[in-house]
């Protein structure tokens, strides 16, 4: 639009630039706050909430090793390959998401690797996008552990309709929480929020840990999102059998993944794309 637009984007880079400014201003206090929460939990109940806190967390960590191990590794077992080598195959996108606490980071790189272990283009386009708002397995494990353990802090018994009030609540508010690192604690809070039997202040229990947990729901999100893309590719016979059994025992894929003529490079939580040079090397 040249100059009659000037002034529209010029207001728009201000608006931008007074948002960066508030989401740093977060930034910097976000740390005062989980120090508040957590001398508020130690100044009200003692420091033996610190050993509460342990336990939930460690809980946590078996039940997602259990999940993942278990019912995952059932899972795949049943549809021909081994969760221990597909675990080893997207190591490097573990290591990214244990990083950054958000399977958001390591998207396109999923999305090649699926495509490479012979999963079709259609099914990996559909299932991975899909499943990083719908099929959030560690997020709904952290979600219900964390609203019984606030419940039992704050001494509320609850009946089995209130426990199947919150798991149905759940379930909706639960969807597109791992968009971005603390969903899941944002999505319980919105919870509560809905239902009155748990106060929301309780959150104030846990606020100090969750950002231990958001590693350990973020590799589970990813790692079933991983293993459903291959049994949804199966069921529509859209596996190459072959060649998913050929990288899963062969060598783990490199750092640098081909994407339409470039190169993907992850660094961290950033993800860019390099055009390819003429001799092959990008």
Excluded at 51 to 59: K, P, Q
Excluded at 64 to 72: A, K, Q, R, Y
Aim: proline share 2%; charged share 15%.
């Amino acid at each position: 639009m040249g100059r009659t637009g000037a002034p529209l984007v010029t207001i728009l880079h201000q608006c931008a630039n007074a948002m960066f400014g508030v989401v740093a201003i977060i930034m910097r206090v976000a740390p005062l706050g989980a120090l508040g929460a957590m001398a508020f939990a130690i100044g009200a109940f003692g420091f033996h909430t610190l050993g509460r806190l342990a336990l939930l967390m460690v809980t946590f960590y078996i039940t997602c090793v259990v999940f993942i191990f278990g019912v995952l590794g059932l899972i795949a077992w049943l549809h021909g390959f081994s969760i221990w080598r597909f675990i080893k195959y997207i190591r490097e996108e573990i290591l990214i998401v244990l990083g950054t606490s958000s399977s958001e980071t390591v998207l396109p790189r999923m999305i090649v690797k699926m495509e490479r272990l012979g999963c079709s283009k259609a099914v990996v386009g559909l299932v991975i996008p899909t499943g990083y708002s719908f099929n959030l397995d560690g997020t709904s494990i952290y979600l219900t552990m964390a609203a019984i353990v606030i419940a039992q802090a704050c001494n509320i018994n609850l009946t089995w309709t209130e426990e199947l009030t919150i798991l149905g609540v759940l379930l909706l508010t639960s969807k597109g929480a791992a968009a971005v690192v603390g969903g899941g604690f944002v999505t319980l809070a919105a919870t509560l929020a809905s239902v009155s039997s748990i106060p929301v202040a309780g959150l104030s229990l846990i606020l100090g840990i969750d950002r231990f947990m958001a590693e350990a729901r973020a590799i589970t999100n990813l790692i079933g999102n991983g293993v459903a893309t291959v049994v949804v590719s199966k069921w529509e016979n859209e596996l190459d059998e072959e060649c998913m059994r050929r990288h899963l025992n062969g060598s783990a894929e490199s750092v640098a993944d081909e994407v339409f003529g470039g190169v993907v490079i992850a660094s961290g939580s950033s993800v860019r794309i390099v055009e390819r040079a003429d001799s092959g090397s990008a």
